[in-house]
């Protein structure tokens, strides 16, 4: 029985209701055959995995940069970088203002920290194998200093919440962003950077166009988020329930991402595999949990790894 895009959808239309989705991303590669909507199920996820190996170490799952927070609002910046953290990232390094310090070093001790000043000096940042800005980061003349400096390092990074915003403002930064970087904007964030929007099916078109301009992902979040590749495909992602309808969500859901890109993985391989066990580690708490923090997810997503690859 065929399976129709409409049924991913909030709202839908008619051009929404005639779009079959293949179930699975193995007939990425049949493009006369294929439909640019894809199901992404759990062969793909196995497919696309790597095991811990043996006589690997911290160096082997590369070094991430989270570059979030004020402060009023640390809390996103610690919740971005428990995602990295529990994603699996060798070594995460979180830039915030200087008194976030303590409550870093309480909360997240395995976390290391690097001073704002730092971010000027971009030979200090070659060394990141990912960089994710955004969250609580505000929009302040600073925070638009620091996405200046990252679109000059000419590096892919993760960008979300205040960072898209900012871009939304300055065509200039978002164009030159380096290609094979990531967005990760919800429904109010995709209209702000790309304009208003009535339907799903408008949204979903105008993020397969600009995927390809920008040569970049697009993860646009929903009940069934869409990760919207560098060719203009769309990956469905099906797990993830209304449990997880607290604030927090998005933030963990950045570190995750940005711990799969660290270790190696590619910008669409990353997102996909962000997305899906963000989702499916919110689908193990709900079986016991009525709703579910956005800490509880972050702590429960190695859990659920080590179970789907067993």
Not at 140 to 158: G, Q, S, Y
Not at 184 to 199: N, Q, V, Y
Not at 239 to 248: K, L
Request: glycine share 8%.
């Amino acid at each position: 029985m065929a399976v129709f895009l409409s049924a991913f959808l909030p709202d839908s239309d008619a051009s929404s209701k005639l779009q079959v989705v293949d179930e699975g991303l193995e007939k990425a590669g049949t493009e006369n055959e294929s439909s640019p909507y894809k199901l992404i199920e759990s062969a793909d996820i196995k497919a696309i995995i790597e095991p811990r190996k043996p006589f690997s170490h911290k160096g082997t799952y590369g070094h991430a940069l989270i570059v979030a927070g004020a402060l009023k609002t640390m809390g996103a910046a610690l919740l971005t970088a428990s995602g990295c953290l529990y994603g699996g990232a060798g070594l995460t390094t979180v830039s915030i203002p200087e008194s976030g310090l303590m409550a870093l070093n309480t909360a997240l001790p395995e976390v290391m920290y690097l001073e704002r000043s730092h971010l000027i000096k971009i030979k200090s940042l070659k060394k990141y194998n990912a960089i994710a800005i955004g969250p609580g980061l505000g929009k302040l003349f600073e925070a638009v200093c620091m996405m200046e400096e990252l679109v000059v390092l000419n590096v892919p990074v993760v960008v979300d919440a205040d960072a898209l915003n900012i871009l939304s403002k300055r065509d200039d930064l978002l164009l030159h962003l380096a290609k094979n970087s990531i967005f990760t904007p919800h429904l109010k964030e995709f209209d702000c950077l790309f304009g208003e929007h009535k339907s799903w099916w408008d949204r979903l078109q105008t993020g397969r166009r600009m995927a390809k301009k920008l040569g970049s992902v697009i993860v646009l979040k929903n009940q069934y988020t869409f990760i919207l590749d560098q060719q203009g495909d769309v990956m469905i992602n099906p797990t993830g329930n209304p449990a997880m309808s607290q604030g927090g969500m998005g933030d963990v859901l950045t570190g995750l991402i940005t711990a799969y890109v660290a270790q190696g993985y590619s910008a669409k391989a990353a997102a996909i595999l962000g997305c899906y066990f963000h989702g499916r580690a919110g689908d193990e708490l709900a079986l016991s949990h009525h709703n579910i923090t956005a800490s509880q997810l972050a702590a429960q997503i190695p859990v659920t790894v080590k179970s789907f690859l067993k």
